[in-house]
């Protein structure tokens, strides 16, 4: 009895160590658990995704040319203004007070145009009476003459009659002289009068400039000054309002990477979303590509500019806009998630695939070396590898051209890990993912 039961304890032990020896260096098969997703054809649209910032299409800065506290401002923010409308008056005093002296100014001098024109008209006067003179001295002197000839008179009384000739003479020119002298008085009170037409109309025109017009229709969006407040112009007129022309058509202004902007072309169709409307989808075009590029810590981006529509004026100047800029659109077209074209057996599987590159002995159907590869389970389950070109991309999903049909046919996207299989919580709140086949595959 008692050598039975030793017996029996040898045996057991004996098929305990045969069982241990067995599950740890026997040969199983081992089960690979693949996540596959359906490769059908759709469409892709190849986006550009950046931020931007929401501008008017024209601003207006409305300044002042002349300095002044600010009596009365006629417009605040938001409010729509017209052009011609006047928006703010500066205190008008100071200017008035110019154009009044500026006025006297003119009245003097066109009084001194008067006062020299008298004088020379005076001037001639004074030639023509002394023409005559000389003509009748000339006369004189010609009877004198005729005397002293015959001996009526002495050398005396001709001489005295020459001297009468040759000093309305020297008369006649030193009055013509001052003709000439009076005409430049006339000509420099003329000269003095257009001055000070020039300083009146500088004086007009600066008070004018105390009263603001807008010089546009459209829409107050800054304010700088409150009233009261004195502004100064100097070298740059002083900026009171901030007026955009029309808010119901506005551009987007965004920073493109070198890297992206190669792509983007005008009238490229563009979306958009906002925060205060996050709801809402805006759509705009591409209406111009820059080449300003700005460097700023070694990434160079180009300005892109984007025009919208906004009639119902929900987009303000100064919103942060997120941008998709189409670049690529393509309909009716093999696809595959873009882990497909990633994926690659595990070394696990590579190490026992055979020479032709087949996992579980799966044929490759084209080794270009040019194309992509996308693995392909078969009907028997066994992924097989298929060379592809792709068409475009959205980041998710690949557009692929193949010589092979592959529409219907299921795609490896990855392998199940022991972590993805490991039993987790069931939330109820979780969100669920999208739906990914499994396909398992032994060896």
């Known amino acids: 009895m008692k050598t039975f039961i030793i017996s029996v304890v040898v045996l057991c032990l004996m ?4 069982w241990f020896g067995w599950k740890k260096w026997g040969h199983h098969p081992v089960s690979v658990t693949w996540r596959t997703r359906t490769i059908e054809r759709g469409e ?11 501008q008017p299409i024209k601003n207006i800065l409305v300044g002042t040319q002349v300095n002044g506290p600010i009596m009365k401002l006629y417009a605040d923010f938001n409010d ?54 000389l003509v009748l001295a000339e006369k004189e002197l010609a009877r004198i003459s005729q005397m002293l000839e015959a001996k009526m008179i002495s050398q005396s009384d001709y001489d005295t ?4 000739r040759d000093a309305l003479n020297a008369q006649l020119k030193q009055n013509e002289g001052a003709v000439a002298q009076t005409q430049a008085s006339v000509e420099q009170a003329k000269a003095a009068v257009q001055q000070s037409q020039a300083a009146l109309r500088l004086s007009r025109a600066n008070l004018g400039y105390t009263k603001i017009h807008s010089p546009v229709d459209g829409v107050i969006i800054e304010r700088n000054v409150d009233e009261g407040q004195t502004v100064v112009s100097s070298m740059n007129a ?19 990477p070198e890297s992206d902007v190669g792509g983007i072309r005008m009238k490229q169709r563009v979306t958009f979303t906002v925060d205060a409307h996050s709801r809402v989808v805006f759509t705009g075009e591409v209406v111009q590509v820059r080449m300003a590029a700005t460097t700023v810590q070694n990434v160079v981006t180009f300005p892109v500019i984007i025009e919208a529509p906004n009639p119902q004026k929900l987009l303000f100047p100064g919103m942060t806009a997120n941008l998709a800029i189409e670049t690529g659109r393509a309909e009716n077209v093999l696809r595959v998630p873009s882990s497909a074209l990633r994926f690659t057996p595990p070394e696990l599987v590579k190490a026992v695939a055979s020479d032709n590159g ?7 159907s084209n080794s270009g070396r040019d194309k992509q590869k996308i693995w392909v389970l078969d009907a028997a389950g066994q992924p097989q590898q298929h060379a592809v070109k792709s068409v475009l991309s959205d980041g998710t999903w690949i557009g692929i051209e193949a010589e092979a049909a592959l529409e219907g046919r299921e795609v490896v996207v990855g392998q199940v890990t022991a972590s993805d299989t490991a039993p987790t919580e069931n939330n109820p709140f979780a969100p669920k993912m999208p739906g990914t086949q499994m396909r398992r595959a032994s060896r």
């Open 161 to 164: 009659a020459l001297s009468n």
């Open 80 to 133: 729509e203004v017209k052009v011609g409308q006047c928006i703010a008056q500066i205190d008008p005093a100071v200017y008035e007070a110019n154009v009044a002296k500026d006025e006297a100014s003119l009245a003097s001098a066109q009084a001194s145009v008067f006062s020299a024109q008298a004088n020379n008209q005076q001037s001639r006067a004074n030639v023509e009476q002394t023409k005559v003179k």
């Open 15 to 18: 098929g305990a160590g045969g």
């Open 44 to 54: 892709i649209v190849q986006e550009v995704r950046a931020t931007g910032t929401i």
């Open 238 to 256: 002083q900026t009171i309002f901030t007026i955009a022309t029309d808010l119901t058509r506005i551009q987007v202004k965004a920073d493109i």
């Open 358 to 364: 087949n996992v579980h002995g799966a044929k490759s």
